[in-house]
């Protein structure tokens, strides 16, 4: 009896443990990068085209293109804060 207890313990952390690879697989993948860019161009795109800006889908490359290179560097700052944040 207990070791079945044991091997459905096991089995509940394996599943767990595949889930948080995928999540992180997810997390690091160029699919979600670019879904990031595009969606986060078309956002400020019609923002600025709601507010009157001239070329607003022209201007909008800028703030979108920057929002991917500050999200491309969060793993560098998220090493050095884990490097100097060990418990």
Known sequence: M???RLEEKIRQ???RNKKVEMDKAWE???ARRFLLLLFTYLVIGFYLQAINIPR???NSIVPAVAFMLSTLTLPFFKE???KYNKK
Do not use: K, N, Y
């Open 28 to 30: 690091t993948s160029m």
């Open 13 to 15: 952390i394996e599943e």
């Open 2 to 4: 207990e070791s079945r």
């Open 56 to 58: 607003p889908w022209l």
């Open 80 to 82: 050095l804060w884990l």
